[in-house]
């Protein structure tokens, strides 16, 4: 199934690494023009020499900043809100600096950017894919991740919501939720053999997401081959949630 983003303009957040960078450069590849935004300019820079991207460096726990930023980027067809952080704590060791600095970047730039994105897609009357990165934690009870699963829960009923509110303008807006990915991150955060056969044995398909299956994921929901999908939140997990 070939995907062509041509005479299309995407805006990835978190582009820097990881999940972003790749969904960036595989964008271009597929005829998009791209717009990489991200905290850090260094790797941004990395990546535009790697491909023609433009880049933006902004944090997105700032929300006045943000939105300049986004505005700066221009018009805007497709949008995956894939920027986040993750802090793991037991229960009762949460502080509200862990609850405000989580939901400040998994959430607020959201809704914040997803704003900015769609007023100019409702003012063109062009319509827009929107893919929010939201994971299996939205809908699964992980030990000492009571932070990280609120905010993921909440990125799943923001989209839900857009979708509702925003299918009217030909605007469909949809979450991809993944297991662990074996990012750079992924694989050092998972690199004890007791803790990850613990997860893989809750995996039926016995393995980690590879980043290219989160990837391929979201370039579908961004497509027209997707243009009935809309609300959804879609498990990229091996069928953990199956369970």
Not at 46 to 72: C, G, M, P, Y
Request: charged letters at 20%.
């Amino acid at each position: 199934m070939e995907i062509s983003f041509k005479s299309k303009r995407a805006l990835v957040t978190g582009a820097e690494r990881g999940i972003g960078k790749e969904i960036a450069k595989q964008l271009v590849k597929c005829g998009a023009e791209v717009v990489a935004l991200s905290l850090n300019k260094e790797p941004l820079e990395q990546l535009a020499r790697e491909v023609n991207v433009t880049t933006i460096a902004v944090d997105l726990s700032d929300w006045d900043k943000t939105r300049e930023a986004v505005k700066s980027a221009g018009p805007i067809d497709l949008l995956v809100n894939n920027a986040g952080v993750v802090s793991l704590n037991p229960f009762l060791d949460i502080k509200p600096e862990e609850f405000d600095s989580t939901f400040a970047v998994n959430v607020k730039p959201v809704i914040n950017v997803s704003q900015v994105v769609v007023e100019g897609m409702v003012k063109r009357k062009t319509g827009g894919s929107i893919v929010n990165i939201s994971s299996q934690a939205s809908q699964a009870a992980l030990l000492n991740h009571t932070v990280y699963c609120a905010s993921k829960a909440a990125v799943d009923q923001i989209t839900k919501v857009m979708a509702v509110e925003l299918g009217p303008h030909n605007i469909r807006v949809n979450t991809v939720n993944p297991t662990v990915v074996l990012t750079e991150m992924g694989r050092f955060a998972w690199r004890d053999p007791e803790k990850a056969s613990k997860m893989l044995s809750e995996i039926p398909l016995g393995k980690f997401a590879e980043v290219e299956d989160i990837v391929n994921a979201v370039l579908f929901l961004l497509s027209d081959k997707a243009a009935m999908v809309n609300g959804i939140t879609l498990p990229v997990d091996g069928g953990f949630l199956a369970h």
